[in-house]
């Protein structure tokens, strides 16, 4: 049973830095793709990030050149780095995790299906708060 907790979220200012972890447990850590997405209020969940289990990344346009996500294997660990932070960064942030599959050779989650709203992550964690305030 995947088992996912965020942690490290809170308040910064515009321009600070956060970083995230989220600890992963009842799972194969090393065959799994991790994601982070957030949501803010009153607008739909999108994608931050993704690190499949290659270690490829994957970045929203809003994040790109700011925010690096990373894995530890052997912690069971997924960061998201945040960096130049904004306001507009303020959400609820989840990681999400799921088991590498193949269809007709080729992975089903990539680039260009990762973050997509009908992509169907295995587990999600209960997110963590970030507010970026002056």
């Known amino acids: 049973q995947v088992q996912l907790v965020e942690s490290g979220g809170g308040l910064a200012q515009p321009g600070g830095s956060l970083r995230l972890s989220c600890a992963a447990s009842?799972?194969?850590?090393?065959?799994?793709?991790l994601a982070w997405f957030r949501q803010a209020p009153g607008k739909e969940r999108e994608g931050v990030a993704c690190?499949?289990?290659?270690?490829?990344?994957y970045y929203d346009d809003s994040v790109k050149g700011r925010f690096t996500i990373s894995r530890d294997n052997t912690r069971n660990t997924v960061y998201l780095q945040m960096n130049g932070l904004k306001p507009e960064d303020t959400a609820v942030y989840y990681c999400?995790?799921?088991?590498?599959?193949?269809?007709?050779?080729?992975?089903?989650?990539?680039?260009?299906?990762?973050?997509?709203?009908?992509?169907?992550?295995?587990?999600w964690g209960q997110g963590t708060q970030v507010t970026v305030s002056s």
């Open positions: 009842g799972f194969t850590f090393e065959y799994y793709a």
């Open positions: 690190i499949t289990n290659n270690h490829e990344t």
């Open positions: 999400a995790a799921d088991r590498v599959k193949y269809s007709y050779g080729r992975p089903t989650l990539n680039a260009a299906t990762w973050s997509s709203i009908n992509y169907r992550y295995e587990g």
